[in-house]
């Protein structure tokens, strides 16, 4: 099955500032996606990317598909504290056909305010 | 209501028990799934199930069993715990032709002692 890789492991930064994380892949993708989890509960999904070049936005969240179709980059402008968590990538376990997903291995955010 | 449940919440065991952990979901959706979560590690799928008939192993199956039981119940057992089971294990689900979009439980911790 495909892997994913994240960076960075985790982030430290004030409040107000702009974040950026990657997530590369060991092959192609044709789906990126990116969840955020909360302390204490499971993920959810907050971008789904489906077009190699895609820039998708969700408030002040915006992602983008690589070109390349083997990364994706996940934006956060102007952090606030309920940005804390943990935030995947993930994608397609197997390259064809009825897949499940595979995730990465999270990038921890914490804001300091 | 939560839409995606997970009982217990909390468990504590011994080495060399059986264990079950139970899913429930009232989103109507044929696709169920287990995940475990490692600090650093991510999520890692275990058994997914695409419809009450259809059961397929993840990346960490050994050591775990399934059963779904119904549309809107699937159950994770570790027949004999060892201690490297500690984790976090959640649940998700998603719709029929979709599997971008998972919903997530709130997760189960387990300790093994």
Redo the contacts between chains.
């Keep these: ?1 495909q892997q994913l890789n ?1 960076s960075p ?1 985790s982030m430290f930064i004030q409040e107000g500032e702009d974040v950026s994380m990657n997530c590369t892949s060991s092959s192609i993708f044709n ?1 990126w ?1 990116w969840y955020k989890q909360d302390p ?6 907050l971008i ?1 990317l489906y077009k190699a070049g895609e820039l998708t936005s969700n408030g002040r969240l915006t992602a983008q598909f690589g070109i390349t179709r083997k990364d994706s980059f996940l934006n956060i402008s102007a952090s606030i504290p309920s940005d804390v968590g943990i935030y ?1 990538c993930a994608g ?2 197997y390259l064809s056909g ?9 990038t921890r955010l914490s804001v300091i305010a | 209501d939560a839409d ?1 449940t997970q009982t217990p919440r909390n468990r504590i065991t011994k080495t060399g028990k059986r264990i079950m952990l139970e899913c429930s979901q009232t989103k109507g959706h044929d696709r169920m ?1 287990w ?1 475990r979560q490692d600090p ?6 275990i058994y ?1 199930s ?1 419809d009450v008939k259809d059961i ?1 192993k ?2 960490i199956s050994d050591g775990y069993s399934v059963s779904r039981q119904a549309q809107a119940k699937f159950s994770l057992s570790l027949e004999s715990a060892i201690p490297n089971q500690t984790a976090l294990y ?1 649940c ?1 689900t998603s719709d029929r032709g979709s ?4 919903y ?4 189960t911790r387990l300790l093994v002692l």
């Design positions: 099955g994240q492991q789906t996606l204490g509960e499971g993920p959810v999904l789904a995947f397609p376990l009825n897949t499940p997903l595979v995730f990465g291995k999270g | 995606v799934y995940y650093g590690l991510g999520l890692q799928l997914y695409f397929n993840g990346e959640f998700a599997t971008e979009t998972q997530f439980g709130p997760g």
